[in-house]
């Protein structure tokens, strides 16, 4: 008998290049989409520190003279501060709103519930320039006559009418999710259908809550096209961005903007820090 | 859209295979929790439709342009019809594109994220959904930097001579691009969370039953995440057959979508609004037409 030392099987270069990519052809084009993605922001954060002229079209040379006063300009802070408290009361309004309805239509038998499904999915399935036309009309038609003018306060009933839908779909799904046995296990102990509601139910769907509330929030801080239509003379930020565009956008709204999604990244970051940390002590 | 629903509360203990609590209660308690949400649609949604509508049937008066009376006159849907009927035709075109577009761009990404991701997949899911943070109107903005003339991407392009009109921007090409980067994550998000219930196991097991990679996706992966392809091809086409912005920042000055008629006629045109109605509401009809044959053909029975 020969001892021969065999040496595994080793593809040639070509071949094992191939597989490679094989491999990672999915993670691969993702990272590239994930750069296509943040392609504009990048750009957004770049033109933050230039030092433009009128319009802030050319990279003209480097400042920091914007992030030093980003509200050096006219208007741009005031209508961050006005998207900021349509976001928050749209939200606060919408999840409310949207999540008594999400628990009738999981929970519950009634008449009409066909119609009322129809009611939630409609508006999500409506161009969003027919929504603010249509508030338009009626607002200027037939509201402004028992004394609502377009502002403030029809911006954030508009915000609350079109997050409303999308606050019902995902506190739906999170109930849906949940075993009835909890629940029934509750009431077996003799607890009342509000403390049931109260210590099993809520406490269980409160993260569907949550997620509904930053999707709404998100809905209602970047909307432009209702809000064009049904604001007046009141400016938010994505509107005050869209009027600027006409005559160019000054670097303080791409501070404003940068900053804002580097916000919501640590918010969200930091959010699921807590959640596995949690997550993790739980198991102990 | 159930799938949209669960990728927006984002919570990993979702368990989309777990039991479904059968409604069995019957109280007026459901009326009293469904009372407001109804009303808030009912005031601020329908009823501003039915509005709409009564301003696309109104009369002009002769002789005094620009003013309007109550009638049930069809005459705005005619010439909505047949003065629009191109820009009805150009929104539909580029939405439909930008919808194609989007899948091909997105699919990749939600498959990468519900398969080969693992420990990155939170952090990819939130690197979708960030950009939003930052104005849509201000990253549109970018693409019309990035797009320009004396941009690298046009420059490339042409430097290969790959580019016959020589540029981008202000072109149909640059709205379809513009549209389809602004509803990419409508279009992610729900073809991720139906990939994510998936089991990759049948996916292995195409491939152990000598299935090739394309016929694997063809006949197991593909179906399997029909319901999110479904809901984001709703949510990347919907908005951007209405869209008006990226025609404005990134399209041509001739040859605009329905969205910028129906914006400007409102807006702008004084006395616009019979017109604008009556076009606002074709857009709708004939969306929600659209959407009902598309999810007759393609549908699952639960789409909310």
């Known amino acids: 008998m020969t001892t ?32 296509y993605l943040f392609l504009p922001v990048a750009y957004t954060f770049a033109f933050s520190f230039n030092d433009h ?39 606060l309004v919408a999840t409310v709103l949207g999540t008594l309805m999400a628990l009738a239509m999981v929970r519950y038998r009634f008449r009409g519930k066909a119609a009322s499904n129809v009611l939630i999915f409609v508006p999500m399935a409506t161009p969003e320039i027919v929504m603010g036309a249509a508030l338009l009309t009626i607002f200027v038609q037939g509201f402004s006559n028992i004394g609502l003018s377009l502002g403030f306060t029809t911006i954030v009933f508009a915000h609350i009418m079109f997050c409303l839908s999308f606050v019902v779909v995902t506190v739906k799904a999170r109930i849906q999710s949940l075993d009835p046995r909890i629940e029934e296990a509750a009431q077996d102990l003799y607890a009342s259908p509000m403390q049931t509601f109260w210590k099993v139910t809520f406490p269980l769907i409160l993260p569907g ?26 400016s938010t930020f994505p509107k005050f961005v869209y009027v600027a565009s006409r005559r160019g956008i000054p670097a303080e709204a791409n ?4 900053s804002m999604f580097v916000l919501a990244v640590l918010l969200v970051v930091g959010a699921q820090l807590v959640s596995s940390v949690r997550a993790s002590k739980i198991k102990e | 859209m159930s799938a949209l629903a669960h990728v927006a509360g984002g919570d990993p203990d979702f368990d989309p295979s777990g039991p479904v609590p059968a409604p069995t209660k019957r109280s007026w308690t459901a009326y009293l929790l469904l009372l407001p949400g109804a009303l808030w649609l009912g005031v601020f949604f329908v009823l501003p439709l039915v509005q709409l509508a009564a301003v696309s049937l109104q009369s002009r008066y002769p002789g005094f342009p620009g003013y309007y009376y109550r009638d049930v006159n069809f005459e705005n849907y005619a010439s909505a019809l047949t003065d629009y009927a191109p820009h009805f035709a150009r929104s539909f075109l580029y939405a439909g594109l930008a919808t194609l577009l989007a899948f091909v761009v997105a699919y990749p990404l939600a498959y990468a994220m519900a398969f080969k991701a693992g420990k990155w997949r939170n952090l990819m899911m939130i690197c979708v959904v960030a950009p939003f943070f930052t104005s849509f109107i201000l990253r549109t903005f970018a693409w019309s930097q ?21 540029n981008i921007i202000n072109t149909p090409l640059a709205v379809v691009a513009g549209l ?31 299935a090739n990679g394309f016929t694997t996706f063809r006949t197991v992966t593909l179906p399997m995440s029909m319901p999110g392809v479904l809901a984001g091809t709703l949510l990347t086409f919907i908005p951007a057959a209405g869209d008006f912005v990226n025609m404005e920042l990134l399209g041509p000055q001739r040859g605009k979508m329905v969205g910028n008629v129906i914006n400007d006629q409102f807006l702008a045109v004084p006395g616009g609004y019979p017109v604008a109605a009556s076009l606002s509401f074709t857009l709708m009809a004939a969306i929600l037409v659209m959407v009902f044959l598309y999810v007759r053909r393609f549908g699952t029975e639960e789409l909310v």
């Open chain 1, 4 to 35: 021969t030392t065999t040496t595994p099987y080793r593809p040639s270069a070509p071949k094992r290049a191939q597989v490679w990519l094989a491999n990672h052809f999915a993670m691969l084009s993702a990272i590239l989409v994930l750069l």
């Open chain 2, 180 to 210: 389809t980067y602004n509803f990419l994550p409508f279009m992610v998000l729900p073809i991720y969370a139906s990939l994510e219930r998936a089991d990759p196991r049948v996916i292995e097991a195409g491939g152990d039953l000598y």
């Open chain 1, 53 to 91: 002229g009128k319009t802030n079209i050319v990279w003209q040379g480097f400042t920091w003279e914007h992030w030093q006063d980003p509200c050096g300009v006219a208007g741009v802070c005031g209508s961050l501060v006005t998207s900021l408290q349509v976001g928050a009361i749209s939200t």
């Open chain 2, 146 to 166: 990035i797009l320009a003339d004396e941009g690298w991407v046009a420059g490339t392009l042409n430097f290969l001579h790959l580019l016959p009109g020589g």
């Open chain 1, 209 to 234: 809550i949550a997620g509904a509330a930053m999707l709404a929030f998100s809905l209602s801080f970047d909307d432009f096209i209702i809000t064009n239509f049904v604001s007046g003379n009141e």
């Open chain 1, 255 to 258: 501070v404003i903007g940068f």
